[in-house]
C-alpha cells in the first residue's frame, strides 16, 4: 500500500523497513499524544470551570501521578533514542566484506569509480545483494550523497573522505541527489544508482571499457611520481615500507597511534607533516595540489591493495584476478 503513496519513497535497501519503521512509529505516536491532549484539554476545560454559583476547581498536585507522567515519556523516549540508534549503527558499520566504489563531487556532478576501473558520471551500478561502500570526496564545496530509496545521506566534503554503504534489495533504477545546497546548478545534481541482477551487472562490467584497476593505475601512478625511491618494499628506504600499513596502528613521532584507513593515506600523501611515523624524518615532498582527487583515490586503493585484496562490485571470484600489479 505504502508503493503506491507518492509522498513514500519506495524502499530497496537492507534498512530502509527499519527506517520506515521507526519512522512510521513516530509519527503515530505525536498523533496520538496530539489527540490525548487536545481531548483532555477539551474535556478540563469543559468539566472544571467555573459555573454559576460554583468556583473553578482547583487542582492540587499528586505525587503518583506526576511521577507517571515522568517516568512513562521518559521510557517512550529512551525506546526511540535505543531504537534509532541501533539503525544509525547499522548505517554506519559497513560489513567488511563490502565493494568498495569511490565517489567524487564536483558542481554539479557525480563521479565514480569502481575497484574494477570502471567510471561512470551521474550513474552508478551496483548489483543488488552485495553490500557497497561508498568513499567519498569533493572537488570543490561540501555536496551529500542522498538516495531516498536506500534511506541513505551523508555530507560529501572536499579535502577528506567520508563514507557510507548500503545493500541494495531490489532491482530497479532510483534517484541519486545531491541534498546539500552547492551553488546555481545544485538542483541538477542529480542521477541515477541502478541496481541489477548480478548476471546482467557481469555483462553490463564487461561491456565497459576500464584501463586497468583503480589499484593498477594507483600502481602506475606510484612510479610516475617517484614514490618508490623512498618507498621500497624492503626496509632499507627512506620512508616506511607501505606493504601491510593499512588497516592498521601507525605510531607517530609524537607518540600517538592512528589508524591507517583513507583518511590517513590521504593525509600522507597531500601533507606528510602532519602526522609523522615514528622513526623517519620528514623528508616526503608535499603533493597537495600534485593529484587530481581520481588520482589520489587510485594511490589510496594501491596502498591499501598492498594489504589486503581489492573488493569490486563483481562477483567475489572476479575480484579475486585483481591486484596490485607487480
Ligand atoms: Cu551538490
Not at 189 to 204: F, T
Request: hydrophobic fraction near 40%; charged fraction near 20%; glycine fraction near 8%.
Amino acid at each position: 500500500m505504502i508503493e503506491h503513496f507518492p509522498l513514500w519513497p519506495p524502499g530497496a535497501s537492507s534498512i530502509s523497513g527499519n527506517v520506515d519503521a521507526l519512522y512510521i512509529f513516530l509519527t503515530l505516536l505525536s498523533l496520538v499524544m496530539t489527540v490525548a491532549i487536545f481531548a483532555t484539554i477539551l474535556v478540563f476545560v469543559t468539566k472544571y470551570r467555573r459555573r454559576e454559583g460554583v468556583d473553578a476547581e482547583q487542582i492540587h498536585g499528586s505525587v503518583p501521578l506526576e511521577l507517571a507522567w515522568s517516568i512513562i515519556p521518559m521510557m517512550i523516549f529512551m525506546l526511540i533514542f535505543a531504537w534509532g540508534a541501533v539503525i544509525y549503527f547499522q548505517e554506519r558499520t559497513p560489513p567488511r566484506t563490502s565493494a568498495e566504489v569511490y565517489v567524487v563531487a564536483k558542481q554539479w556532478m557525480w563521479k565514480i569509480e569502481h575497484a574494477e576501473g570502471q567510471r561512470e558520471i551521474n550513474e552508478l551500478h551496483v548489483p543488488v545483494g552485495r553490500d557497497v561502500r561508498l568513499i567519498m570526496t569533493s572537488q570543490d564545496v561540501i555536496h551529500s550523497f542522498y538516495v531516498p530509496a536506500f534511506r541513505i545521506k551523508q555530507d560529501v566534503l572536499p579535502g577528506r573522505y567520508t563514507t557510507e554503504w548500503f545493500r541494495a534489495t531490489k532491482p530497479g533504477t532510483y534517484h541519486l541527489f545531491c541534498a546539500e545546497y552547492c551553488g546555481t546548478a545544485h538542483s541538477g545534481m542529480i542521477g541515477d544508482i541502478v541496481v541489477m541482477e548480478q548476471s546482467d551487472y557481469e555483462a553490463w562490467m564487461a561491456g565497459g571499457k576500464a584501463n586497468g584497476t583503480l589499484a593498477s593505475n594507483g600502481a602506475d601512478l606510484f612510479q610516475t611520481l617517484g614514490c618508490p625511491t623512498c618507498h621500497r618494499t624492503d626496509s632499507q628506504g627512506r620512508g616506511p615500507n607501505l606493504i601491510g600499513v593499512f588497516g592498521k596502528p601507525v605510531l607517530l613521532e609524537d607518540g600517538r597511534t592512528v589508524m591507517a584507513d583513507e583518511n590517513y593515506v590521504r593525509e600522507s600523501i597531500l601533507s606528510p607533516a602532519a602526522k609523522v611515523v615514528n622513526g623517519y624524518k620528514p623528508i616526503m615532498p608535499v603533493f597537495q595540489g600534485l593529484v587530481t582527487d581520481e588520482q589520489l583515490n587510485s594511490l589510496v586503493a594501491y596502498v591499501k591493495s598492498l594489504s589486503q585484496p581489492p573488493a569490486g562490485t563483481q562477483s567475489a571470484a572476479a575480484g579475486t584476478k585483481m591486484g596490485p600489479k607487480e
